[in-house]
């Protein structure tokens, strides 16, 4: 991998972070993650027009991505209304990349060094080491079966984006795409799930909502560039250094508290990317 692949990568998970931490913010998580869903789909189909149309199989990766995405966005929103940014993201993101490893390693024929292998397992310990807080805050455990289904979607869009962008051939058209049918997949579900009420919020949560909604897609437009150009499996742990920027986020604009065992969690992230670029 190069370093303008990893620097990029890296910039993605900054911009992931921050549009976690302005749904946060929101009264409404669901209502939050349905403006975010909603721009998202109207910016991809703006790009997605403009563009050639992606040709026979493809349609089927977009249809399991559509699927993906809006189950990782309905079960995120709901974990976010039961515990802290700096518990649900790393249970969310931190089990991802070893869900991808374990899968990716029998389905996907990218050749990830050993030191790579290392860097992986190293990344995702610390950042489920960064999580375990949860069972002696005094949270609600009811986040952690919902983050980790979070992250299972996450494995799935992982794998299911990386190879589907590699056969459409380009990836700004397959991205713009994919955010069109997660729209039309996520709203309705949302729907179903809180009814109409879920559509009122007021100008400020639009506003908050649609800057999330430019962070996501570009922080995804990015990463999915990165998998048709590096290992999926490497490229979706590297992702996860997003956590750092979360606990920092987490930290000065939270007000969360910062303990030792998030400090040695951090180290062990940032050991896990220094063991990826060996």
Do not use: C
């Amino acid at each position: 991998m190069s370093l303008t692949v990893l620097l990029a990568i890296l910039f993605a998970a900054f911009l992931h972070a921050g549009w976690n931490a302005l749904i946060k913010l929101g009264t409404s998580k669901l209502t939050s993650m349905l403006i975010l869903t909603m721009v998202q789909g109207g910016i991809g189909a703006a790009i997605a027009l403009s563009r050639t149309l992606p040709q026979g199989e493809v349609w089927w990766w977009l249809l399991a991505s559509g699927v993906f995405h809006a189950a990782y966005k309905l079960f995120l929103a709901f974990a976010y209304e039961h515990g802290d940014l700096s518990r649900v993201y790393p249970i969310a993101r931190g089990s991802a990349p070893l869900i991808v490893l374990l899968v990716g390693g029998a389905v996907l024929s990218d050749r990830i060094e050993p030191g790579e292998y290392a860097g992986i397992i190293v990344l995702g310990a610390g950042i489920l080491l960064m999580a375990r807080g949860v069972f002696s805050s005094g949270e609600s455990r009811r986040l952690v079966p919902l983050a980790l289904a979070s992250a299972m979607a996450t494995a799935g869009y992982s794998m299911v984006d990386g190879l589907g962008a590699r056969i459409a051939g380009d990836a700004t058209t397959y991205v713009a795409w994919l955010f069109v049918f997660d729209v039309m997949l996520f709203v309705p579900a949302s729907l179903f799930l809180r009814g109409r009420s879920v559509m009122q919020a007021a100008p400020k949560a639009w506003a908050m909502g649609s800057l999330a909604a430019v962070l996501s897609y570009g922080a995804y437009a990015i990463a999915v560039w990165a998998m048709t150009v590096a290992p999926i499996a490497l490229v979706a742990a590297l992702r996860e250094t997003s956590i750092l920027f979360a606990v920092l986020i987490g930290v000065v604009l939270f007000g969360e508290r910062m303990d030792r065992a998030k400090v040695i969690s951090a180290g062990l992230i940032a050991a896990g990317v220094i063991l990826t670029r060996l």
